[in-house]
């Protein structure tokens, strides 16, 4: 007899299974720890593991599941899902078997059983301070020498009158729909918001997009936004821009300005809250912010000097790979002299859609509104001969590159990349900017040829362009002419 639940069941069982095991039992506390992290995200998790890599005595408390986020309900499935949705005859139910499969994939990583064999003593329960200032799981203190708040962030529900009693979908709870609605609505035309909606609607479902500012997208440039609003379009979105839901109605309803639409179901994505409420923080001497989010030094220390934190419950880049830098300084300040800085990393971004957008530094709207002066060097990556080769590439209407250094300089301020794996495209500028090399660097550099790695040699060339002033010109001609 067939009991399988939904498809793809068996592997969300086997996740669990391996992520949060219900038969799993506490190990006894040591006398003392090096560190005790609490949260097993990316950055509890790389703390952790690390720590007892270099021969630390750790401990790793997690209330629900190991891999945070980003293996259970972000980075991975969401990605997974997009990807399976290009297929062309890809429906919901496969496509949701798959991203569940890939999670399942990966779930041995960050698997209970992978860290407690790597040396770290693994708690599954709630982590709190009691009166005395010691981090508990439960209400057994653990002793530590320093601790790493690594508690993540949740989705954010907005006081939108309705919208709580509609029992609103987020993004822990999206992928684990064991059937599609007929139609959703989403709130949030962000990076998440703009994702969700592509894939759905290319698995069948009827979306409308909510977004308040008068683009998609409105951190990364209008370009940006332009190429991702007409990719959501083409598949079939429909987009409101620049008013707020006023409230909704039942369980579906968004009521903006005069319209009312209905929809089956609510997504919310409007940001994220960290991961800081019941963790009794003042208790250890530890303050939030107003937002809640842990402050600290660019030591990644809070007031309280033993204690540390990392990830989204304190950076407002909320990105698996900032978690995973921040986290790589803290195992050094917590363990050893706390020199390691994350007051300067260079933190890309990358919009998943198609095309894609990535981004890494100032954009031109946060470096005019810092009155920075800058030059812009841009770059048609439709034509590049890689791209006139591929058919697919055609039929992308906008696909740009562009740098920006600064005012009469090849120092590297930021950029933005439009097209097919943007996301790849922008890790060699990374790699300049976290290294200090200009623009000018790419002009020297051999790049294969036919690819698409080649928009660098071609804005590094702009750049050298760019310096040919008149009176450089002149004194070319003038050489030139006495050497003939």
Known sequence: MNTQRYPGAEFDDMAWGLLSPTDYQNPQPQPRYHLVVVGAGPAGLISAIGAAGLGAKVALIERHRMGGDCLNVGCMPSKALLAFSKQRGADFQHAFAWLREVRAGIAPHDSVERYTEAGVDVFLGDASFNAAGQICVGDTPLNARRIALCTGASAAIPPIPGLVESRPLTNESIFDLPAPPSSLAILGAGAIGCELALALSRLGVSVSLFEMADRVLPLETPLASQAVAMALESSGVDIYLG??????????????????????RILVALGRKPNTDGLNLGAAGVSVDQQGFVVTNTKLQSENKRIFAAGDCTARQQFTH??????????QNALFAPTASVDALIVPHCTYTDPEVASVGANPDRLQKSAIAFDRFEFDLSELDRSRADPDSQLRPVQHAEVYTQKGSDKILGATIIGHDAGELIAPICLMMSNGLGLSAAQKTIFSYPTRSEYLKRLGDAYNRNRMTPSVARLFRWWLRSVL
């Open 243 to 264: 008013q707020g839901v006023s409230a909704v109605k039942g369980s579906g309803t968004v009521v903006v300005g005069e319209k009312e639409i209905d929809c089956e």
């Open 322 to 331: 900032h978690a995973d830098a921040q986290a790589r300084a803290l195992i």
